[in-house]
């Protein structure tokens, strides 16, 4: 019967350490994820949007780039290693202007801002 017992407490301590390791390696994930709100001046089409995308997605530490709609308002970039503006403007290199770069998940609003800011200069 203590053999049982034994085996038994084994298993429990076995499942519960292994459980709790892979908990605390979700949170480190999370942790380490970093979140970019950038709008981009200079894209006239669909097309340069999928190709911007489809371009930044391959980047080494990139999670998730993607523009919000067409126009694009803004792209969040989700990336797994922090991406410095300097960076950003590396893989875009000199076809696009980079009016807004910030880092955060309350940066959105700053981003949409921009982007009407500019879509009422061009109406006018």
């Known amino acids: 019967m203590s053999k049982k017992v034994i085996s038994v407490l084994s298993l429990f301590f076995i499942f519960y350490f292994q459980s709790n390791a892979q908990q605390k390696l979700l949170v480190n994930q999370n942790n380490t994820q970093h979140s970019y709100?950038?709008?981009?001046?200079?894209?006239?089409?669909?097309?340069?949007?999928?190709?911007?995308e489809s371009s930044i997605q391959k980047k080494s530490g990139v999670l998730y780039f993607l523009g919000n709609r067409y126009p694009v308002r803004y792209f969040l970039l989700k990336t797994s290693q922090?991406?410095?503006k300097g960076s950003f403007l590396g893989w875009i290199g000199n076809k696009y202007m980079v009016d807004y770069f910030e880092e955060g998940e309350d940066k959105c609003e700053g981003a949409l801002l921009q982007f009407y800011k500019t879509h009422r200069a061009v109406k006018k």
């Open 37 to 52: 709100y950038i709008y981009l001046s200079g894209i006239k089409t669909k097309e340069q949007v999928q190709a911007l």
């Open 82 to 84: 922090e991406v410095s």
